[in-house]
């Protein structure tokens, strides 16, 4: 199993569409979901540090119909190589 850090840049190297934090926790939460670290905000640093590296785009921003506010983030050609690269595929 990944270390949580790499599985939720994992999911980006081949995802249809953008991912906020929401989808990206709903694909995990079967095998990490008893993780400490598996909460809303670990996730959300996560991304915005793939995204700091330049491993992520912000695509889109929206609000929810519970006031939060959805980042979509999407894996662009440079990030999915160095992903595939050093997490493995």
């Known amino acids: 199993m990944l270390p ?3 599985a939720i840049l994992k999911i980006f190297e081949n995802a249809p569409e953008a991912l906020c934090v929401y989808d990206v926790m709903d ?3 079967e095998q990490y979901g ?7 905000s670990y996730v959300t640093e ?3 540090s793939g995204q700091f590296n330049g ?5 889109a ?5 519970n006031d939060n506010l959805r980042v979509y983030y999407r894996a662009n050609e ?9 997490i493995g595929g």
Do not use: S, T
């Not at 008893?34 to 809303?40: D, L, Q």
């Not at 440079?78 to 050093?86: A, L, N």
């Open 4 to 6: 949580l850090n790499y």
């Open 27 to 29: 694909a995990l939460k």
């Open 34 to 40: 008893n993780f400490r670290a598996f909460k809303e």
């Open 46 to 48: 996560a991304l915005m």
């Open 55 to 59: 491993l992520l785009d912000e695509i």
């Open 61 to 65: 921003f929206e609000i929810d119909g």
């Open 78 to 86: 440079e990030g999915k190589k160095v992903i595939k690269r050093y």
